[in-house]
């Protein structure tokens, strides 16, 4: 049911006992993957995005043909996004090029939904250098209307490809309960960063 906290936990039970006929287990220590005891064959599950790795084909096949038989699928067998990062495959040389995992247009989307403050000009730094930073006790209180929920949408991107973005975020965090004016300009100053570097890749 949509907006019943429990139905991610309750979805991940019902597909644990789908595929567990199959051989198919989620593993003890590492959440999301899941590996099958005999064929060498294994999938990466975030929310509903399987990433699936084997090395022959009919493994995947019959996994799919399972999965179609309870759920409606759409396959991407040339493994070009994942959870909305953009992959690049080297595979003769077995490898994913880091430098290629991007989000490209996340930021610029972002900021379309920011339209009435849009930062303007570039900033090199998504927050202020802490030892510089002067103490903001006496900073009036923004309304309750004003909270940070912008850092919302900037957390996964964060996490997933651009952690520069992270001791800022985390700081802001601390103030979502009650932010400031002082607050409202160190985000002012962040959304500046990301319109300036908007693509980030990993390398």
């Not at 900073?139 to 949408?153: G, R, Y």
Request: glycine letters at 2%.
């Amino acid at each position: 049911m949509y907006g019943l906290p429990q139905s991610g936990k309750l979805a991940n039970n019902l597909l644990q006992q789908r595929l567990k006929p199959h051989g198919f287990t989620p593993c003890t220590h590492t959440a999301g993957l899941w590996t099958h005891p005999t064929k060498p064959i294994s999938f990466v599950l975030v929310v509903n995005d399987f990433a699936i790795k084997y090395t022959n084909k009919q493994d995947a096949m019959d996994l799919l043909d399972i999965l179609h038989t309870h759920y409606t699928v759409k396959t991407d067998w040339a493994a070009s996004t994942f959870c909305g990062i953009h992959l690049h495959w080297d595979y003769p040389n077995h490898q994913v090029h880091l430098s290629s995992l991007s989000m490209p247009g996340y930021i610029a989307s972002f900021l379309d939904a920011l339209r009435p403050i849009r930062p303007t000009c570039a900033q090199n730094s998504p927050y202020p250098a802490l030892p510089l930073a002067p103490p903001e006790i006496d900073s009036p209180t923004l309304p309750a209307n004003d909270k940070l929920w912008i850092l919302k949408k900037l957390l996964y991107y964060a996490r997933a490809i651009d952690s520069t973005l992270n001791v800022a975020i985390s700081a802001l965090v601390t103030e979502q309960a009650t932010p400031t004016d002082a607050t409202r300009k160190r985000i002012h100053q962040l959304l500046e960063y990301c319109a300036t570097h908007p693509d980030a890749h990993l390398t």
